[in-house]
């Protein structure tokens, strides 16, 4: 039996500094993309380049990734597992992660089992922000997140883009909710590139990334 391709010529590029929107319906292949760019997947031909190179240990080293509906380990309070993250990651920034706790309104007594989706989802963002990282992958950031929470997400990812040193490449349902964000939104739709499109082009024609992506897919 031949075996079908989830994607099939995929390209694009994200300038440094820059966020962009990875969009399209479900089973567009936006996660396994992602998983591909991390090194967490291979491709069964062609290549995939992460800083001009193939995913490696190296560039693995340069980029965060947040998968949709991550779970951190249940029987660790907040602060138990930033404590651990720093261990684990070298890069860890601690002055930056005292910001974000506050920031994102993180409790560090609080069991990580006994939290609400939109709490553990600040935490797990928390924890990629506040590696010292070039490029942060984040794949559905607002599923099952609640209202403050999706409003303290995306005020944390306008806080990183300030410095212009933070690349984003963010896969959402949530258009509304990103919109404004967006510098560039890539429309994947059955494994392949629909368009790739410049948000601020967009605003001059007096369209929105909404009813691009209405085009695209209608």
């Not at 089973?27 to 991390?38: E, Q």
């Not at 190179?53 to 930033?82: C, H, I, M």
């Amino acid at each position: 039996m031949k075996k079908k391709s989830i994607l099939d010529d995929v390209s694009f590029t994200i300038e440094t500094g820059s966020l962009a929107g990875l969009l399209g319906p479900n089973g567009a292949g936006k996660s396994t993309l992602m998983r591909i760019l991390c090194g967490l997947a291979e491709p069964d031909k062609g290549t995939a380049n992460v800083f001009g190179n193939k995913p490696s240990v190296d560039t693995l080293s340069q980029l965060s990734f947040l998968p949709d509906r991550g779970k951190l380990p249940a029987w660790l309070t907040a602060g138990e597992w930033l404590r651990f993250a720093e261990g684990l990651y070298p890069d860890w920034h601690k002055s930056r992660e005292a910001e974000l706790v506050e920031k994102l309104g993180i409790d560090r007594s609080s069991r990580i089992g006994t939290m609400s989706r939109g709490e553990e989802a600040r935490l797990q963002l928390l924890t990629c922000l506040t590696r010292q990282v070039r490029l942060i992958i984040l794949d559905e950031p607002f599923t099952g997140v609640d209202l403050l929470s999706r409003e303290r997400i995306a005020s944390a990812v306008v806080g990183e883009l300030a410095d212009g040193n933070r690349t984003f490449l963010i896969a959402t349902h949530d258009i509304r909710e990103m919109e404004s964000l967006f510098d560039r939104i890539v429309l994947l739709g059955g494994g392949t590139v629909k368009g790739i499109f410049d948000t601020e082009a967009l605003r001059m024609e007096g369209k929105s990334v909404e009813s691009c992506y209405r085009e695209v897919f209608a």
